[in-house]
């Protein structure tokens, strides 16, 4: 058994307060790579940005669950390394898909899990929630759920169709498993195809497709029943076109791909959305990256010569996000 706490690493309890009262919200990065992890905490650092470290299944499958733990452990002293005297950095896992799965987090040093049973029978997301919650709480590790079904992949689940969370239910979930944070559906979805091109309209100036709207009256119906209660959201990256076109230019293929509004992201930072998860994004920056210089190098085969230039475009894209999205800088 590890704790957290040996490792620098805090949960989401006092961050997640803070940013309600703020009217800002966290960023949560999934990273399942050095360059990526690199990027993150530099970001951090410099914007003075608590920020939320995201593993999912797959990543903890690609890189190592050991690994992964000494990365974020290794985050903390590279983050006071760099001048941030005290960094609010958190180990979560994205989407746990099992009991198992998250008692094996918290026992190797996460300090939040996500227990995800959107998919479930409520009775049934109820219940695994729950026990999620009586295990994690015993070790001081917070504990996210999800009510709603995202559209778009998670993991190994797929949905075709998204299901907005139901308002009325949120107060008995919450209460029943004792959650610290609920995910909710509320038209995000996951990956860099978040909508059908028949779903948007067409900018007649940049010939750019423009999603539609997410449902803010369903935010706004649980906020009502859940005052001052965390909210995520997830499937949050805002597929910037410059990294599509970039991609597009240099022999990828990334038709129609198109993400949520950075002005939609802002107004939900302000509210009681206090995690906003962004995986895409960085993936997008690290790509386009890779690709252009191959492109323009194809004699190139060190890859620090690629993955360094892929490290910087990451940082400014999460320095980006920390700044001017989310409002996360000088909170930490
Ligand atoms: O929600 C999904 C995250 O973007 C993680 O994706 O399962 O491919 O690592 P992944
Ligand atoms: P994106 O695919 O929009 O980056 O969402 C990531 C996410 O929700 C991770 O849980
Ligand atoms: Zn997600």
Known sequence: MVSYKDLGLVNTREM???????GYAIPAFNFNNMEQLQAIVMAAAETKSPVILQVSKGARNYANQTLLRYMAEGAVAYAKELGWEKPQIVLHLDHGDSFETCKSCVDFGFSSVMIDGSHLPYDEN???????????????VTVEGELGVLAGVEDEVSADHHTYTR????????TKTGCDSLAISIGTSHGAYKFKPEQCTMDPNSGRLVPPPLAFEVLDGVMKELPGFPIV???????????????NANGGNLEAAVGIPEEQLRKAAASAVCKINIDSDSRLAMTAAVRKVLAEKPGEFDP?????????????????????????DNKA
């Open 16 to 22: 997640f307060a803070k940013a309600i009262n703020g």
């Open 304 to 328: 620090r010569k690629y993955l360094g230039p892929a490290r910087d475009s990451m940082k400014k894209l999460y320095m980006h996000k920390i700044v001017n999205v989310l409002g996360s």
């Open 233 to 247: 959201l997830h499937g949050s990256s805002s597929v910037p076109q410059e990294e599509v076109d970039i991609i």
């Open 167 to 174: 308002p009325e239910e949120v107060v008995d979930f919450v």
């Open 126 to 140: 109820v219940a695994i929630t729950k026990k999620v919650v009586e295990y994690a709480h015993q070790f001081d």
